[in-house]
């Protein structure tokens, strides 16, 4: 999985990303530069260890997720190409977007726009990923209408209708990710990795001073942005409690009454957007954390494992992590008519323990 981090320049999106994955990358500064970072974090996952109890692996595997932090991105970029185009090429292979919206007031760091206003820059990214992706559907759709002169192919017809129906949607203000599209719909459109399409993540960066307002600052954006998770945090705080040992930061934590890290939140928040579950194996003496989407089958879980699998697909054992535990062996679980075999359709469910049995 791979979320990209968007927002304008002096927000804190590169604190919020050196506290997610404990880099050093710059600061202030960098918000002027072109490119970007990128970071991969193991998700922590308690299940794990409580399965490893029962398993005793010799290797434990969780899943990952890759950050990728774009310098800030101003109003007029998209149309004045003020971007490198591998920065939009790089956002377009991601499979989420977190938007990090300035709310803390600091003189000493400047605002692009001379003032805070949450809901302006927040319309203003709106706006320049719209641009992005009508600079791609308009250049589509002028080679689709000399194409469909000379021949009417069914396919391109129908990617010139999503695309039409999707440019009518940016111009007058919606997200691709608003509209009711089919599967076909869908199909049609995959390949362009629109930047609106995507999931999307709102993040506010509040001040320290604000925490105990946290929960009344996103509930005011909530009111406006009810398709959207939003989650608020103080990047710069999480940025130097990151830099701190594990239990010295768990001490500052609980004494300013922070339940959990910014990590642990926004990767949280991240499996919502997504709509992902995290299913387990255990192969080889390695044991194993997967992610997949919400409402998939143990064929799918197969086919994340490897293609073979999907293949081969024979069936499912499964067991929630949970009961497993309380079992203390898959040996006893299935003595005691907890371990279940499910076929291909099986919807797969947060927790699951699969072992799967295939023939190739």
Same mark, same amino acid.
């Given at each position: 999985?791979? =979320? ?15 506290? !997610? ?18 970071? +991969? ?13 029962? &398993? ?14 774009? #310098? %800030?991105?101003?109003? %007029? /970029?998209?149309?004045?190409? $003020?971007?490198?185009? $591998?920065?939009? *090429? ?15 007031? @600091? ?25 992005? /992706? ?47 599209? +089919? ?10 990795? &629109? ?8 993040? !506010? ?6 925490? @105990? ?16 998770? =939003? ?14 040992? #594990? ?13 959990? +890290?910014?990590?642990?939140?926004? =990767? ?6 997504? $709509? ?24 799918? *879980? ?19 992590? #949970?009961? !497993?535990?309380?079992?203390? +062996?898959?040996?006893? #679980?299935? /003595?005691? %008519?907890?371990?279940?075999?499910? %076929? ?7 927790? /699951? ?8």
């Amino acid at each position: 999985m791979k =979320i990209g981090i968007v927002g304008l320049p002096y927000v804190g999106k590169t604190s919020l990303f050196n506290a !997610l994955t404990q880099s050093d990358a710059e600061t202030g500064t960098y918000a002027a530069k072109k490119g970007w970072n990128i970071g +991969s974090v193991k998700v922590p996952d308690e299940r794990l260890a409580a399965l490893a109890e029962v &398993f005793k692996p010799k290797r434990i595997t969780p899943t990952s997720i890759d950050y990728v932090d774009i #310098a %800030g991105v101003s109003k %007029g /970029d998209i149309a004045l190409e $003020g971007l490198e185009t $591998g920065v939009i *090429a790089e956002l377009r292979e991601v499979d989420a977007l977190a938007h990090i919206v300035r709310v803390f007031e @600091d003189d000493t760091v400047p605002h692009v726009d001379g003032n805070i206003n949450p809901e302006r820059d927040i319309e203003t990214i709106d706006i320049e990923l719209a641009f992005a /992706d009508l600079g791609i559907i308009d250049n589509r759709l002028d080679r689709l209408v000399r194409e469909l002169r000379t021949q009417n192919i069914p396919t391109l017809v129908h990617e010139r209708t999503v695309l039409e129906r999707c440019k009518e949607a940016l111009e007058g203000g919606t997200p691709i990710r608003e509209l009711s599209l +089919s599967p076909e719909d869908e199909q049609s459109i995959r390949g362009y990795g &629109f930047l609106t399409q995507k999931p999307l993540l709102l993040i !506010l960066n509040i001040s320290e001073d604000k925490l @105990d307002s946290a929960e009344e600052i996103r509930a005011r954006f909530a009111a406006s942005k009810r398709q959207i998770e =939003i989650i608020t945090l103080s990047a710069r705080l999480e940025m130097e409690l990151a830099r701190l040992e #594990a239990e010295e930061a768990e001490l500052f934590r609980a004494e300013m009454g922070l339940s959990e +890290s910014a990590l642990a939140r926004v =990767i949280d928040a991240s499996y919502r957007t997504l $709509g992902l579950i995290t299913f387990f194996t255990v192969v080889s003496d390695e044991l194993r954390a997967w992610t997949l989407k919400s409402e998939m089958t143990a064929l799918d *879980a197969a086919g994340t494992i490897h293609t073979d699998m999907a293949r081969g697909f024979i069936r499912a054992e499964t067991i929630p992590w #949970a009961n !497993l535990v309380d079992c203390g +062996s898959l040996t006893e #679980a299935r /003595d005691n %008519g907890q371990l279940r075999l499910e %076929g291909k359709d099986y919807r797969v469910s947060d927790g /699951d323990v699969l072992t799967i049995r295939f023939s190739v």
